[in-house]
Structures are given as C-alpha cells and as structure tokens.
C-alpha cells in the first residue's frame, strides 16, 4: 500500500470515528440525567415559591424554563432532528458559539489548546529526551550503580503523588491552590514540572525495556569491539528501539496526557483546554463540549499519521510502498 492510500485510509477511518464518538457524547449530554438543568429549575421554583406564585404558576415557569433550555441547544425538536443538525454542524465546523459565554466555540477551543499546549509540548519535549536517554542509559549499565538508581527513581516517580507533590510546593511558595495567579511559576514552570515528572518515568521504563533486547544483539557486540564509545552503541540501539517507542508514545502518553491536563489545570487554576471541557460538560455546552472531542480526535489521528510516517523514516524494513 502506497503512502498516499495509507494517509487517506487514516483518514476516512478518523472521520468514522469521529462520528462515532460524537454521536456517543451527544447521546450521553441529551439521553442522560441533567444536573445543570435540574439546578436552574430546583432555584427558579424555590423563588417563585418565595414570591407566593400558586401551583400553576409555577409548572408554568417550569415549562417556560425547560424551553428556553433546550431551544438554546437546538434539542426542542426530535433526538434525529437534533442529533443530524449537530452532526452536520461539527463536521462543517460550523460549531457557532458558546452558550454560556457566548464566544466562537472556535476561537475559544483554538485559544485554550494554545494555552495548554504552552506547557504540555515543553513537557512532552523533556520526558521524551530524558526518559530515552536515561532507560538507554541504563539498559547499557546494567547492574551498575547509576542503573540501579535509575531504576530506584524510575519506581519513585511512579508512586509519587505528584499532583499532591505540587499543592504543597504551591503553599509553600504562597500561589493560592486551584486559582492561577498569572505568574510565570504557577502558570508554566511548575506545571511542566510536574506533567514531565509524570511523563518521565514511563518514558525511562519503555525506553529501558526496549534497549534491553539489543544490548546484547550481535551488531552491538561487533560495534563494542570495533572500540566504539558509549554514544555510539545507544546511537545503534535506540534506531533498533526507536519503532516500538514511537509506538508507546502515542499511545501511553496521549493517554496520560488526556487525564492529566484536567488535573493540571484545576490544581493550578489554569484555563486551559482541560478546563474548558471540564466547564462545557457541567453546563452542559453542547457546542463546545462536541467541538472539543472532535479537536481530541483530530490530535488522535493527526498523531497515528505521524505515527506511520515516523515508521517508514525510522526502519527502511517497515515498507508503505513508496519507495517502488
């Protein structure tokens, strides 16, 4: 299979999936309990009730209400009336504007991945240079001392409470916890600390585990006795490991990258693209919460395509038909 055929295939299988979970989070918005809604009603009641506005007063409020509600969310006609004009407007990016804020759900779903891609790349960028070079590292030592502390922090970082590692620092350097003053330290520094600490030790392990199988291959042997230096020979094993490791990283790090940024942004009052969906969904903001998981999705696919550029650069093996 050509290159080209390889891309349009992700392709037309990302727009598959798209609309396949799409229509799975708008079946869980609209077909489940609204505890959003349920509040509004809860508090507009509790004032009429206050104000001595009889029983049909008050159901007629109510009704006045829900309307209101679900006219605001294009739900006041049929589940397929709905669902097929949201469809539609998600995939001609026509997603319109924020229902609680009234801003382009484009413009703010843009902003906020700025806003946390600011910390998230810088972090990702880090645990990928120091986790590949430090498990190639120790794959190459084995048993030495520096190997076993290596492996000693890797475990450390596993079960560190990072994220409670943070408050504290955060309290200790007074940054009020769960509202971002702004700085430099609350806003950047400390959360791409933290996110690469997080990074880091499944980086360190994947890289360690996959080095390990050359360690002692053949060719490696041959370039250690050719009096190659230590670079040399991680050089040789990391381009043998460097396939599976693309792998990982875009499987096990967009996983920890997805439940992590929510953490991150809540604990450090960031508003960020984590913050922005948490928000959506309390609201029930049916716009930005879709534009949202249709901007994940594109990051997704957009990562299995570099992903399948990234093997066939890597190992000549891996052949997509390009080269006939």
């Known amino acids: ?12 299988l990302g727009i598959a999936t798209a609309h396949a979970v799409l229509t799975v ?21 509790m004032s009429a009730a206050g104000e001595g506005a009889s029983r049909e007063e008050m159901l007629s409020r109510r009704e006045e209400i829900k309307d209101q509600y679900f006219a605001e969310r294009n739900l006041d006609g049929g589940f397929l009336e709905s669902y097929t004009t949201w469809m539609i ?22 902003e906020s991945a700025l806003r946390t891609g600011a910390y998230v790349l810088p972090a ?3 645990s990928v240079a120091f986790g590949v070079s430090l498990g190639v590292y120790s794959a190459l030592r084995r048993g030495s001392r520096g ?17 409670w590692v943070g408050a504290m620092i955060m309290l200790v350097l007074g940054i009020p916890v769960y509202v971002g003053d702004g700085s430099i330290v609350s806003d950047h520094l400390l959360p791409i600390a933290l996110l690469t600490t997080t990074l880091l030790a499944g980086q360190v392990s994947y890289a360690r585990s996959e080095s390990m199988e050359y360690v002692s291959a053949a060719f490696v ?10 670079w040399r020979v991680a050089r040789h094993v990391l ?18 990258l997805v439940l992590s940024v929510f953490v991150i942004e809540h604990l450090f009052g960031i508003a960020g693209f984590g913050t922005l969906l948490y928000d959506a969904v309390f609201y029930r903001d049916i716009p930005v919460v879709l534009g949202c998981t249709l901007a994940i999705i594109a990051v997704g696919v957009a990562g299995n395509v570099v992903q ?7 190992d000549p093996r891996v052949d997509t038909g390009a080269r006939h």
């Open 308 to 314: 399948d550029v990234g093997y066939s650069v890597l």
């Open 147 to 163: 190997e076993q502390a290596g492996r000693t922090a890797t475990y450390l970082l596993f079960g560190l409470p990072n994220f």
């Open 25 to 45: 989070v708008f079946v869980l918005l609209t077909r489940t309990r609204d505890t959003y809604l349920g509040g509004i009603l809860g508090t507009a009641m």
């Open 124 to 126: 990702m960028t880090l």
């Open 89 to 110: 407007d998600m995939f001609t990016f026509d997603w319109g504007r924020s229902i609680e804020s009234g801003e382009l759900v484009t413009s703010l779903v843009f």
């Open 221 to 230: 042997k041959l370039v250690r006795a050719k009096g190659a230096r230590d």
């Open 1 to 12: 299979m050509s290159l080209h055929r390889q891309l349009l295939r992700r392709f037309v």
């Open 239 to 256: 381009r043998n490991a460097a396939i599976p490791l693309v792998s990982l990283f875009f499987t096990e790090m967009l996983a920890v």
